[in-house]
Structure formats: structure tokens, C-alpha cells
């Protein structure tokens, strides 16, 4: 005969391994419907990239779907520039995309379809942040270089300078000097 300790001890174990038993069977369903909702969404990202482009795949909410490709790139070129999407140093194709209610295909896409067929979308907003700190050089000659690039979007002031010079053959110091020359010109 048992020992009431030992009559404790055993249901203890009985209901560890009980509790095991259901931890277990739970885990493998929420394994088993992890994998069927990754088959889904990858299955529903080929389907995206198998996609043919075109503008009413481009359209979404208030955006025309009779735009010409060069009329659909100045509407978001614009739009980048209102919003000042560039100048977020975190942005990236997929929340330019939900921001202007449109596929980051059809942004890759529009970006193919300009006079410089291969821009790219890091490139595009590169030089989005490069044209706006000439402004702001221009605009704000007491700012400091640093925050300038800060202001544009770039968050290291190595890079910013490294573009800048590769951008435009000057520094941004150099840049900043000719348009005050320029001014008193």
C-alpha cells in the first residue's frame, strides 16, 4: 500500500505529464497553422510578382487610371515631394507604397519608366535627400552641415558627405560657399 506522500507525488506526476501531453498536442496545431499561413502569404507574394504591370493595377483610391507612365511618375514624384516622404531616414518602398495608396511594383515600375530607366528605388530617394539639402543649404545658411543631412533624411554625416561629393563633385561646404558667392555676385 501507498504512502499518502507517495499518493501525492504520483498524481503530481500524473498531472505534469497531462499538462505536457496538451502542451504538446497545442503546439503542434499553432505549428501546424503557422506553416498554412506562411504557404498562404508566400503563395500570395509570387502571385504578386507573376503579375503583369499596368496603370489599373497602379490605381488605388483617388489616383486616375488613364495616366500615361510619365503622368504617373510626376503625380508621385509630387506626392513624394508634398508629403517630404525622403526625409524620413527609415523610409523604405513598402511605406512609400501604403502611404500613396499604391504596389511597390507599380513604384519600381514607374521608376523604370522615367528618363533614367535604371533608377532605382534607394537611388530616387537619394537624390530626393541630396536635391532637398541643396535647398536647405541655400535656404539656411546658418545650419550646420551636420544637421542639414540630419533635415534631408541622412542620418550619417559621413554618408552624407560621400554622396554629396559623388552627387555633385563638391562638398556640401563647397557647395554652401559658391551660393553665397553667388548671391553677391
Known amino acids: 500500500m501507498m504512502t499518502p506522500v507517495g499518493v501525492l507525488v504520483t498524481l503530481v506526476i500524473l498531472a505534469l505529464l497531462i499538462s505536457l501531453i496538451i502542451t504538446l498536442r497545442i503546439s503542434s496545431k499553432v505549428a501546424d497553422n503557422n506553416a498554412r499561413l506562411i504557404d498562404k502569404v508566400t503563395s500570395l507574394e509570387q502571385s504578386e510578382l507573376h503579375q503583369e504591370p499596368s496603370l489599373s493595377s497602379v490605381s488605388q483610391g483617388s489616383l486616375p487610371t488613364d495616366m500615361t507612365g510619365s503622368e504617373l511618375y510626376r503625380w508621385f ?17 513598402k511605406t512609400v507604397a501604403q502611404t500613396l495608396g499604391i504596389t511597390q511594383r507599380s513604384i519600381i515600375q514607374m521608376l523604370k519608366t522615367t528618363e533614367n530607366k535604371s533608377l532605382t528605388f534607394t537611388e530616387y530617394i537619394t537624390r530626393k535627400r541630396l536635391a532637398y539639402a541643396c535647398q536647405l543649404l541655400k535656404e539656411k545658411p546658418n545650419w550646420n552641415i551636420d544637421a542639414v543631412a540630419r533635415e534631408a533624411g541622412i542620418v550619417s554625416d559621413a554618408t552624407f558627405r560621400r554622396l554629396f561629393r559623388k552627387h555633385y563633385g563638391m562638398t556640401p561646404s563647397e557647395y554652401r560657399d559658391r551660393q553665397r558667392h553667388a548671391k553677391t555676385d
Open 77 to 93: 514624384d509630387a506626392q513624394t515631394d508634398e508629403l517630404r516622404l525622403y526625409c524620413q531616414p527609415d523610409i523604405d518602398l
